[in-house]
Every structure is written in C-alpha cells, then in structure tokens.
C-alpha cells in the first residue's frame, strides 16, 4: 500500500475518520480561483455536479492545471476550515472520539508535511493523518474507524454499503446520492455533525 501515515492514532474503540477536501475546506473556492486565473472564466461552483466537470469544460491540460494550482502543498497553510469545523472536532476529541483524516494525493510524500503542522493548528495534536494514492475503506478497516465523513459519492457510498456510519458535507456532486441513500447523514454546517452521531461503545458521541 502506497501511502504516508503520521500522528499517531491512539487505541480506542471510538475512531472517526474525516477526509480534508471539500469536508474541512472548501476546495471548490480554490478551484473556481484556479479556473479564473488559468481560463480567465469565472466557474459556477453550483454546476460542479460531477468532478469531471472542470476536464469537460477546459481539457486536460487547462483542468490539470487549475488542479495542480488548487492543491497545491505548499499553499495548504493559506487554506481555512470550514466554519464550525474546528469548534465540533475539538468537542468530539473532549467527548472521547479520536479523529483521524485520510486524504488522497497523488503524492503523499510531498503533501504530509504541509498538511500535518496545519491540522495540528486548526484541530489540535494527537490526531491521526492518512495520505494516500489507496483505496479509503481498507484503511478504515485496519483503524477500526466506526464511521467516515468524505465528499465523494463512490466513496461515502462504499462506507454506508459496507456497514459504517457515513455522513458528507452536501455538494453539487453528492446531493442526489445524499437524497437516495437511507444511511448517508447529508449537512450544510459542521454544527449539525454531533447530532448525526450514533452510540458508540465507550460511551462517546
């Protein structure tokens, strides 16, 4: 498995995992930025209803990159969570529940460094980091994760389908799934999170 792991995750019953973008940042700010500076364009996040719709309008090379300017490692420090995000994530941890993020990058090695020291800022130490090319869900599995919050449909899906709690900040891209799938939690503010939570073992939540 192809991946970089960092901060260490404590052994407790009561593992959420989260992914970062567009469900602790807002990625699609960055990528309507991205698309005005490379296209000269101005993008309409609410047609983002596919994450190939960037590829359909510009191409390849236009849609490579605006993306490789939107997430770039090195402006990750210039990055804000979403609102409410920090004041929950920070509630959750008092109550017992660890967090640990797995995101994808096509390059984990250069990504953690610039990911982790701003987690850690925003969200405070002792949280786990995942950055991965691989597959999510097997990485939930060896952390014995209850439950996951992600933005991409097959993924949240996958989550629901295998049995795990799964919630997703509602996008263009995942709004109808949010509406047809029974045990996918939809939000539009972090401040609905806690009380979307199921019981958990050790009593947190």
């Not at 995992?17 to 940042?25: E, K, Q, R």
């Not at 390059?107 to 460094?113: C, L, R, S, V």
Request: with cysteine; proline share 7%; charged share 20%.
């Amino acid at each position: 498995m192809t991946q970089e792991s960092s901060m260490e995750t404590s052994a407790v019953n009561s593992i959420l995992a989260l992914d970062v973008d567009s469900t602790i940042w807002d990625l699609t700010a960055w990528v309507c930025d991205a698309v005005l500076d490379v296209t000269g364009e101005t993008l309409d996040p609410e047609s983002c209803t596919t994450w190939t719709h960037v590829l359909d309008l510009y191409g390849e090379e236009a849609t490579m990159e605006v993306y490789t300017r939107a997430l770039s490692p090195e402006r990750v420090h210039e990055r804000e969570p979403y609102p409410g995000s920090a004041k929950v994530l920070h509630g959750l941890r008092n109550q017992g529940i660890d967090l640990h993020f797995v995101t994808h990058n096509w390059d984990p090695e250069a990504m953690t460094p610039h990911l982790e020291p701003w987690l850690e800022e925003h969200f405070g130490t002792g949280i786990g980091l995942t950055v991965t090319t691989e597959d999510k869900l097997g990485i939930l599995d060896s952390l014995g994760a209850f439950g996951m919050v992600d933005d991409r449909p097959d993924t949240i899906s996958r989550v629901a389908d295998a049995g795990l709690w799964a919630a997703t900040m509602i996008q263009p891209w995942n709004r109808e799934l949010v509406k047809d799938h029974p045990k996918i939690h939809g939000f539009t503010h972090w401040c609905e999170v806690p009380d979307l939570l199921p019981p958990l073992p050790n009593g947190a939540g």
